[in-house]
């Protein structure tokens, strides 16, 4: 194991989850905001804002599962120490992490039952750019509209259709972040 | 002129302050020390450990100091305490059968491999109050001091492995992986639950709940012939897998009641009968907890044995996992002291127009 | 300051019930289960709005607690008091300055803003409880959205008393898909679930469910068209302000049963006779912190 898997957590672990927690509560309960969130130093390939949501949410209850160009040893090393998230497939995935190429298709991923809608998967997208423009978005949490520069539209279509199943996302692009519930409403912008 | 009332922070102080002089009492008589508590009210301890679910006597001596006496006060102490411990992993399941047994008995045989051994047991005292207790700082009214029994060192083979080697009586499951068992304290109860969690939330659960429901059982909601297969008090190790050593180390020795208890046989014409089986098991020296959690355990056992389920109260596996917990069951009903004004507000409006309307109507109806 | 961890609970049980909150703002209305911890005040007096709260606040909150509306209510008082404590935040009992508003059974009269977190106390989540008493069954009820033992239960109060008898937990549905339980708040308050600029989180400790309201979400009370819903309320001003929005606290003045009228929300009160406005029984200066106690 490499010596920047060791460094590179929260300098104060419960202080800086707690300010990222607060940042990615209002990122779902507002889809299409961009938030900022720092204070992480993640190894290479993985974004300091997703790095900052999985040392904030995961840990050994939560199988997390890396997808294509994070599955590297890394960024594997760097989640085991920081917390102790097992590695898995995409059935058993708590959350999932990956460019969005790489994370397709959406149908791998537990999207809960009927009755625990809420056991479904978490997707952290890692995004080039993330920007206030490009598909339309409405529903709970937005006033009016919001925009977003979401990678895709149908597969979000898509998603909604199970409702109250399906699967949340929360996008990430250097250190900002954005999210996605299955509840809001997407078309093209 | 109206004033609102203001204060209550002042009211909570002042009320800590009169709770801490009603916890001393009388200055003039010595301060109840924990390990007095300890070593003479072992048994009220034990039951805080118990449905404290958390070993460690002390603590649970110290939890009935602070509660002045009430075990459920004193349990919630050891509770609130408990979420607060850091987690290192779990022990391995203790061995029962390597119990050092200080009791014994099994009702089913008059006589047993190992024996009967009644141990330090109330069962045969008369209840007469014996006023000699009173006198402070008594000394030994025997003539030669008596050396305190130890518990049995050889092995005391379970009783029902006498039965089950002639194939009499049901087989337990095989020792499930203990990491895929659920907690109870760090997973929400979801239905139906499996009968390790059942029984995990029946060694918390309330002795007075279970005793009653067990009692029912006895009376005929759902009524299952129990017999005390065995009832085994004693010290057992706790051992712990540590994967850097790759073997166990004991971490420590703890006290255990466990009944197991013979119960109504199944069976066909083509099926052998089978006795069934119920089991408990509590921290400390709780053997009427013990044997109630192992009437109940069998009584919500109907289903998988094949049983009609009577709608015995015992046999509704929500009703009794929903309300065993007594911190759960004592916190709701404290809590309707709380204000509740706004609310009663609501139904005060609500049914001052409901009357005025039925009024109205007698008036003005035909 | 502290021997605890911020906020009292440990990082572990912190990020469990992140994780729930985040699932719950996903499906609004929707029950999650959760694993709650005992905590040091008893189940029913606020645990599962604590644990919301804890899993929520950081070091620059400002937090007000209220229980019935008012902050020097003693269950109130204590929930502050446990937070100045174990995470050594501001505490305020003006909504307008509050970051975080941890909540027993009202909802502030000033209207919430979009920097604000509302956190309720539930006892009992489940709305349809009363009717079916058995989880396994109303947890199928909602995941096929069967909610008609519901609605025949409202028809039946309207057939014996004239209209639906249900004047606090009023039940509502969330666009247009789970029926929720918006907690003890009097109808009167159901209105301002819709629509809100805030974030509203609920937490129910003993019964081991999270949900919450994500801003700007629809919230419509049950009703039938035939008998639509109408947030009601004593027709008086407040006694000591005079406002005629707000809803009032019975407050019984003598022994022959006579009655006022007050704000149950103290703030609002506070706010409105700092500005001037003056009930009919507003006493000159009331304010007063050596104010006795009536024995």
């Given at each position: 194991m490499d010596a920047t898997a060791l460094s590179g957590g929260f300098a104060q672990p419960a202080i800086d989850a707690a300010h990222v927690f607060r940042d990615v509560l209002q990122a779902m309960a507002r889809p299409g905001r961009i938030a900022r969130i720092t204070g992480v130093s993640p190894p290479p390939g993985l974004s300091l804002a997703a790095a900052a949501v999985l040392l904030t949410l995961a840990d050994e209850t939560?199988?997390?599962?890396?997808?294509?160009?994070?599955?590297?040893?890394?960024?594997?090393?760097?989640?085991?120490?920081?917390?102790?998230?097992?590695?898995?497939?995409?059935?058993?995935?708590?959350?999932?992490?990956?460019?969005?190429?790489?994370?397709?298709?959406?149908?791998?991923?537990?999207?809960?039952?009927?009755?625990?809608?809420?056991?479904?998967?978490?997707?952290?997208?890692?995004?080039?750019?993330?920007?206030?423009?490009?598909?339309?978005?409405?529903?709970?949490?937005?006033?009016?509209?919001?925009?977003?520069?979401?990678?895709?539209?149908?597969?979000?279509?898509?998603?909604?259709?199970?409702?109250?199943?399906?699967?949340?996302f929360i996008f990430t692009s250097g250190t900002a972040i954005a999210a996605l519930p299955r509840t809001t409403r997407v078309e093209a912008g | 002129m109206y004033v609102a009332v203001k204060g209550g922070e002042r009211a909570i102080a002042a009320a800590h302050d009169w709770l801490a002089r009603e916890r001393r009492g009388d200055a003039a008589i010595p301060e109840i020390g924990i390990d007095q508590i300890r070593e003479q009210m072992g048994l009220a301890v034990d039951r805080v450990m118990a449905e404290g679910s958390l070993y460690d006597p002390d603590l649970a001596a110290l939890a009935l100091?602070?509660?002045?006496?009430?075990?459920?006060?004193?349990?919630?102490?050891?509770?609130?305490?408990?979420?607060?411990?850091?987690?290192?992993?779990?022990s391995r399941p203790i061995a029962t059968g390597a119990m050092r047994c200080e009791r014994r008995i099994s009702a089913i045989f008059k006589d047993v491999p190992g024996g009967q051994v009644l141990g330090p047991t109330f069962d045969y005292t008369h209840r007469l109050l014996d006023f000699k207790l009173a006198a402070e700082a008594a000394t030994?009214?025997?003539?030669?001091?008596?050396?305190?029994?130890?518990?049995?060192?050889?092995?005391?083979?379970?009783?029902?492995?006498?039965?089950?080697?002639?194939?009499?009586?049901?087989?337990?499951?095989?020792?499930?992986?203990?990491?895929?068992?659920?907690?109870?304290?760090?997973?929400?109860?979801?239905?139906?639950?499996?009968?390790?969690?059942?029984?995990?939330?029946?060694?918390?659960?309330?002795?007075?709940?279970?005793?009653?429901?067990?009692?029912?059982?006895?009376?005929?909601?759902?009524?299952?012939?129990?017999?005390?297969?065995?009832?085994?008090?004693?010290?057992?190790?706790?051992?712990?897998?540590?994967?850097?050593?790759?073997?166990?180390?004991?971490?420590?020795?703890?006290?255990?009641?466990?009944?197991?208890?013979?119960?109504?046989?199944?069976?066909?014409?083509?099926?052998?009968?089978?006795?069934?089986?119920?089991?408990?098991?509590?921290?400390?020296?709780?053997?009427?907890?013990a044997i109630?959690?192992?009437?109940?355990?069998?009584?919500?056992?109907?289903?998988?044995?094949?049983?009609?389920?009577?709608?015995?109260?015992?046999?509704?596996?929500?009703?009794?996992?929903?309300?065993?917990?007594?911190?759960?069951?004592?916190?709701?009903?404290?809590?309707?002291?709380?204000?509740?004004?706004?609310?009663?507000?609501?139904?005060?409006e609500l049914i001052r127009r409901l009357r005025r309307e039925a009024l109205a109507h007698v008036g003005g109806g035909a | 300051m502290s021997d605890y961890n911020f906020a009292y609970l440990d990082e572990q049980t912190k990020r469990m019930i992140r994780r729930a909150l985040l699932k719950a703002v996903a499906i609004p209305g929707y029950q999650v289960p959760f694993a709650s911890r005992e905590m040091p005040m008893p189940y029913g007096w606020g645990t599962g709005g604590v644990q919301v709260t804890a899993a929520c606040l950081v070091p620059e909150d400002t937090l007000k607690v209220i229980d019935q509306g008012a902050d020097d209510t003693t269950n109130a008082v204590s929930i502050r008091a446990f937070f100045a404590r174990v995470a050594d935040v501001a505490t305020t009992e003006r909504t307008a300055e509050a970051s975080l508003i941890q909540t027993r059974h009202r909802i502030p009269e000033t209207p919430l803003r979009e920097d604000q977190i509302l956190v309720y106390q539930v006892p009992i989540p489940e709305p349809l409880r009363f009717l079916e008493p058995r989880e396994t069954e109303t947890r199928k009820m909602h995941a096929l959205a069967e909610y008609g033992l519901m609605h025949v239960r409202l028809y039946e109060d309207i057939a014996r008393h004239g209209?639906?008898?249900?004047?606090?937990?009023?039940?509502?549905?969330?666009?247009?898909?789970?029926?929720?339980?918006?907690?003890?708040?009097?109808?009167?308050?159901?209105?301002?679930?819709?629509?809100?600029?805030?974030?509203?989180?609920?937490?129910?400790?003993?019964?081991?469910?999270?949900?919450?309201?994500?801003?700007?979400?629809?919230?419509?009370?049950?009703?039938?068209?035939?008998?639509?819903?109408?947030?009601?309320?004593?027709?008086?001003?407040?006694?000591?302000?005079?406002?005629?929005?707000?809803?009032?606290?019975?407050?019984?003045?003598?022994?022959?049963?006579?009655?006022?009228?007050?704000?149950?929300?103290?703030?609002?009160?506070?706010?409105?006779?700092?500005?001037?406005?003056?009930?009919?029984?507003?006493?000159?200066?009331?304010?007063?912190?050596?104010?006795?106690?009536?024995?």
């Open positions: 939560t199988p997390v599962h890396l997808a294509g160009a994070c599955d590297s040893a890394p960024i594997r090393n760097y989640l085991r120490f920081h917390t102790g998230a097992p590695i898995t497939g995409r059935a058993d995935a708590a959350f999932a992490l990956g460019n969005w190429e790489a994370l397709a298709p959406l149908s791998d991923y537990p999207l809960g039952t009927d009755a625990y809608p809420d056991r479904s998967a978490t997707l952290i997208v890692e995004l080039p750019a993330l920007t206030a423009m490009g598909a339309r978005l409405t529903g709970p949490g937005i006033r009016t509209h919001a925009q977003l520069s979401l990678p895709e539209i149908d597969p979000f279509i898509a998603n909604a259709r199970h409702f109250p199943r399906g699967l949340d | 100091k602070q509660a002045r006496g009430d075990t459920i006060e004193a349990i919630f102490l050891i509770r609130a305490y408990r979420t607060t411990l850091p987690r290192f992993g779990a030994s009214e025997r003539s030669q001091p008596q050396p305190t029994p130890q518990p049995r060192a050889d092995d005391t083979p379970h009783v029902a492995d006498i039965l089950a080697r002639e194939d009499l009586i049901q087989r337990e499951n095989a020792a499930p992986d203990v990491h895929a068992t659920p907690d109870l304290t760090r997973a929400p109860l979801t239905l139906p639950a499996s009968r390790a969690l059942r029984l995990q939330a029946l060694a918390r659960g309330d002795e007075g709940f279970l005793l009653s429901l067990a009692y029912s059982t006895q009376r005929g909601y759902g009524r299952n012939h129990p017999f005390v297969g065995e009832l085994r008090i004693g010290t057992v190790a706790v051992e712990m897998d540590i994967p850097e050593l790759g073997f166990a180390i004991e971490i420590g020795e703890i006290t255990v009641s466990e009944c197991e208890s013979v119960n109504q046989f199944t069976g066909s014409k083509t099926q052998p009968a089978q006795f069934t089986r119920g089991y408990g098991l509590v921290f400390g020296r709780g053997e009427r907890k109630s959690m192992a009437l109940v355990d069998r009584a919500l056992r109907w289903r998988e044995l094949g049983e009609e389920n009577g709608g015995a109260p015992a046999q509704d596996a929500e009703f009794v996992l929903a309300h065993a917990d007594n911190i759960q069951a004592s916190g709701f009903l404290e809590h309707i002291k709380l204000p509740h004004y706004v609310d009663f507000q609501a139904e005060l | 209209e639906i008898a249900k004047s606090y937990a009023y039940p509502v549905r969330v666009e247009g898909r789970y029926v929720m339980d918006p907690s003890p708040i009097p109808k009167f308050d159901n209105p301002k679930l819709g629509d809100c600029p805030a974030l509203q989180l609920f937490g129910a400790g003993r019964e081991q469910r999270i949900y919450a309201l994500p801003p700007y979400t629809r919230v419509e009370s049950l009703d039938f068209e035939d008998y639509p819903f109408k947030a009601s309320k004593p027709d008086q001003p407040c006694a000591l302000c005079g406002a005629r929005d707000s809803y009032l606290d019975e407050v019984i003045t003598d022994d022959a049963g006579t009655r006022m009228f007050v704000c149950s929300d103290t703030d609002y009160c506070r706010e409105r006779r700092d500005a001037g406005h003056r009930g009919l029984m507003a006493a000159p200066f009331e304010d007063d912190a050596d104010a006795e106690l009536p024995q």
